[in-house]
């Protein structure tokens, strides 16, 4: 006699064990400071490199512009003065000129520092046509001037005499003009700059000596 069982079915698969439960792990205070100090000096580097760049710009643009409008300033100033047939001496930083035009005629223009406070010529060095009590606009030349601008006069050049500063309007055959010119930004030092022009004659005046 046979006897047949019915197949069991084969028993489940165990279960796969539980994976390990894996904790994340947190950063320590130490690392955080050191991160930081770390992201901070980064930081500063690159805002130092920022600045430092910007500031050089700001200087070189600054000394590219005093020069550009110390040279036209110069320029107009001279060509006049060259043209002058006489000058008043109004005083150190303020004279009037006579120039001769290509006829016979003259005109009369006056260069000046204007050293009060309050006006919109304050500082600078400007061109007026008439005399120095002209109500003429004034055009102004060169911007942000010092106070210690001046013009000097001179007589034509003498052997054997070293100083030949002029004393008088009759006397005056050569002027010159010194002045410092400086612009600052909010956060750069000031561009200064120097100027000292030349002599420049008065070719159709006529002097004593």
Do not use: H
Request: one cysteine or more.
């Amino acid at each position: 006699m046979t006897i047949s069982t019915r197949p069991t079915d084969p028993a489940p698969p165990a279960c796969p064990p539980v994976a390990r439960r894996l904790t994340a792990r947190a950063f320590t205070l130490t690392e955080l400071m050191i991160a930081g100090s770390l992201s901070t000096l980064v930081l500063a580097g690159v805002l130092s490199s920022f600045l430092l760049i910007g500031r050089s710009g700001f200087l070189a643009s600054s000394y590219s512009e005093l020069e550009a409008q110390t040279r036209r300033g110069l320029d107009t100033f001279g060509n006049e003065v060259r043209k002058s047939a006489d000058l008043q001496w109004n005083d150190a930083q303020s004279i009037t000129l006579t120039v001769a035009t290509a006829g016979s005629g003259t005109y009369l223009v006056t260069y000046a520092y204007d050293g009060t406070t309050g006006q919109s010529t304050s500082g600078c060095f400007y061109r007026l046509a008439g005399d120095a009590l002209s109500t003429s606009p004034r055009q102004v030349l060169i911007r942000n001037v010092a106070s210690d601008f001046a013009f000097q006069r001179f007589k034509l050049e003498q052997a054997g005499r070293s100083d030949n500063t002029a004393l008088t309007d009759l006397e005056t055959k050569q002027v010159q003009v010194t002045f410092r010119t400086s612009r600052a930004g909010a956060t750069t030092v000031a561009a200064n700059q120097s100027a000292l022009s030349a002599r420049y004659i008065l070719r159709n005046k006529r002097v004593s000596n």
